[in-house]
């Protein structure tokens, strides 16, 4: 969770303001937890405590309803049913990574992706970017490899992780969709050397930054195991933290 907090924050001020490079400041004053950490935060609070997933997600969509929501999502947040309305965006895939940390199978991760997914994502592309969220976590934290992560994905998934930043960069445009949005942060991961790497190379690219930045830090933080350099803002001033799980 950590991963997808940090990926989350230090994308936020480039969301609007997509930027090309991976040099640029981790932390800024405008700096911000979004609906990415919120749902991530739901999501763990629903696998603790064995509650509704569709519960956690209103309550803490109700209780931060300025966070960034898509406009679907908070009208369901706030509608007196329940049901899911067929997204295929990449909601599904930021708030996922707590699941890949708490199942102990390759079949246990999948399926509890697909439950966490399908209260409001229920089309086929919503659940499929969840589940190779949380099948890229739950391998990198059990010490699976790049090239072995990488093939279980695109064998599983059909998503084509052949491409590199240096071809996407410059093309890459504002994309919520699972399908448009999670192999790049993949790729993004894949490339990285570090954690700090992984979420700058996935800022990098553009589009929805900090979704990309998040995700590619969810799975990042499983692989490498520690978060190093990570900055917060207090009182104006910059504190390091050497973060572990």
């Known amino acids: 969770m950590k991963g997808a907090i940090a990926g989350d924050i230090i994308g936020s001020v480039y969301e609007w303001n997509n930027i090309k490079t991976t040099d640029f400041p981790l932390f800024s004053e405008g700096s911000r937890f979004t609906d990415d950490t919120v749902l991530t935060v739901a999501v763990a609070h629903a696998l603790l405590d064995k509650k509704d997933y569709a519960q956690m997600l209103k309550q803490y969509g109700q209780k931060y309803p300025t966070a960034g929501y898509g406009r679907t999502f908070i009208r369901w947040i706030f509608s007196p049913g329940s049901e899911p309305y067929n997204s295929w965006g990449n909601g599904s895939a930021m708030r996922v990574s707590p699941v890949g940390w708490a199942f102990d199978t390759v079949e246990e991760v999948l399926s509890e992706a697909e439950k966490s997914a399908a209260v409001t994502h229920n089309h086929p592309e919503g659940i499929k970017g969840a589940q190779e969220v949380t099948l890229a976590i739950y391998l990198s934290r059990t010490g699976a490899g790049k090239e072995d992560i990488k093939h279980e ?9 052949n491409r590199t930043l240096a071809k996407i960069r410059p093309i890459y445009q504002f994309d919520v969709s699972c399908q448009g949005s ?41 692989f490498y195991k520690e978060i190093h350099r990570i900055f917060c803002l207090k009182s104006n001033k910059h504190y390091l933290l050497n973060c572990g799980r």
């Open 153 to 161: 994905i695109q064998s599983r998934f059909n998503y084509n992780l």
């Open 182 to 222: 999670v192999p790049e942060a993949m790729i993004a991961f894949l490339e990285s050397e570090n954690f700090e790497d992984a979420v700058r190379k996935a800022i990098s690219i553009g589009g929805d930054s900090d979704t990309i930045g998040c995700i590619a830090g969810s799975i990042a933080h499983a």
